[in-house]
């Protein structure tokens, strides 16, 4: 019998209350990479509902989507985005600066094409990546940086400090929304790392996604919502101290939060972090109801702006078919009759068709051949970059609508 291609959870992923409360229903949507190149080949849908727990606090969807329907079209690779690069030398610094002198080892957590490894190596540090993707990680091993081809958790760790040692450095970029079992992860790091040794966990924070309304960032690859409060317990779980945090430069709201066995003193940032945190009243069901009010009203809002605009006439394009942007253009029900296509740069998505929404995605060349009157940036947390795109290559500079952060609003209108 085929695999299910999701299923519902009875119980908390971390820890194991049947409570859970729904906070916002997306309605039911496909995989959001599941892109068609033929409108009648039908796609599987699965509900996308966040839900909390009740008992210990933490975000998370109601469904598991197999992960062979999630992966195995992923293409993403660190090193291709151009800011992934500098802020994998200032990361590196970060690290060593609070590690102190003398670190000589560095495990890296999911690490892709292990750029994020390099500028270690660059330091004279030696590495080691684990990523469960065969061809990536065999890939950075020819390039020079080992990564075991392996899912890492406690069991992968056992091998790794048999064979090669404890390290003064593990993390994990942006890992741990995506595994279901995050605790075991935790305690993989934990178990690397020497006593002295210093980790960081990079995730996508909760309270900007509350403040700023990024509810198109929930989709099904993202099992976990985290606040800092979630990560902290679940690191104090496994004996780890979280003593700082930093705002990512890069994926729009990150926290990569610092930690030790040792306990050290809290920085400022971690103390004002707590508290910003707590003020969003994020570990009680009142902020993520207030959340979900806000995110319907939002999307009330963002279609009324978007049909006006429709009702004047002229062609208006969406700019960018992400996993974010099916989400918002699922949940807000947008279709062939309030956009005309999507444009991408990505090759491997052009000639395809939005999943659920039926959009068709062309390549900024031929969609500004014969330009749009209006563009809505679907891409909005490269706002700057394809504004500056289609100014530059196409000298187009017509009214944009973002729909996010915060309330929908035109510009240049
Ligand atoms: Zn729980």
Redesign the pocket.
Same mark, same amino acid.
């Given at each position: 019998m085929a695999q299910a291609l999701s299923r519902k959870i009875d119980? #908390? @992923?971390? #820890?194991?209350?049947a @409570?859970?409360q729904t906070v916002l229903d997306l309605g039911s949507q496909p995989p959001a990479n599941s892109l068609r190149s033929s409108l009648s080949e039908t796609v599987p849908t699965v509900p996308l509902v966040l839900c909390r #727990?009740?008992? #210990?606090?933490?975000a998370?969807l109601t469904e598991t989507v197999a992960p062979q329907f999630l992966f195995s079209q992923y293409v993403w690779v660190t090193g291709t985005s151009k800011g992934a690069q500098g802020y994998s030398e200032r990361f590196c610094d970060e690290m060593l600066n609070r590690v102190g002198p003398g670190a000589s080892f560095a495990v890296e957590v999911a690490s892709n094409d292990g750029s994020f490894l390099k500028p270690f190596i660059a330091k004279g540090v030696r590495v080691l990546g684990v990523d469960p993707a065969r061809n990536i990680a065999a890939e950075a091993t020819a390039a020079g940086i080992e990564t075991l081809p392996e899912f890492f958790g406690g069991a992968c760790a056992r091998e790794v400090t048999a064979k090669h040692g404890l390290a003064d450095i593990a993390f994990a970029r942006n890992v741990l929304p995506h595994v279901p079992d995050p605790k075991d992860v935790i305690a993989g790091m934990a178990q690397c790392l020497k006593e002295m040794g210093v980790g960081a966990i990079e995730f996508h924070r909760a309270d900007t996604i509350v403040r700023e309304l990024h509810y198109d960032s929930i989709y099904h690859e993202h099992f976990f919502y985290y606040t800092l409060r979630d990560v902290e317990g679940m690191l104090q779980g496994a004996g780890l101290h979280a003593f700082d945090v930093m705002e990512s430069p890069i994926s729009g709201g990150s926290w990569v939060v610092y930690f030790s066995k040792q306990q050290r003193a809290a920085s400022e940032a971690i103390t004002a972090a707590r508290k910003g945190e707590e003020a969003l009243q994020l570990h009680k069901a009142e902020g993520w109801m207030e959340f979900a009010a806000k995110c319907k009203a939002h999307r009330e809002a963002f279609i009324k702006l978007l049909r006006d605009a429709r009702a004047k006439g002229g062609r208006i394009f969406g700019y960018g078919a992400s996993a974010r942007s099916s989400t918002l253009l699922n949940y807000c029900g947008i279709g062939p009759g309030d956009l005309d296509c999507v444009v991408d740069k990505s090759s491997y998505k052009h000639d395809k068709f939005t999943a659920g929404t039926n959009l068709p995605i062309i390549a900024p060349e031929t969609a500004f051949a014969d330009p749009p009157d209006r563009v809505v940036m679907l891409a909005w947390n490269f706002t700057d970059e394809i504004l500056d795109d289609m100014a530059r290559s196409f000298n187009w500079t017509g009214p944009v609508l973002l729909p996010l952060p915060g309330a929908p609003k035109w510009i240049r209108d």
């Open positions: 119980q #908390c @992923r971390l #820890c194991g209350s @409570r859970l #727990c009740e008992t #210990c606090g933490v998370q």
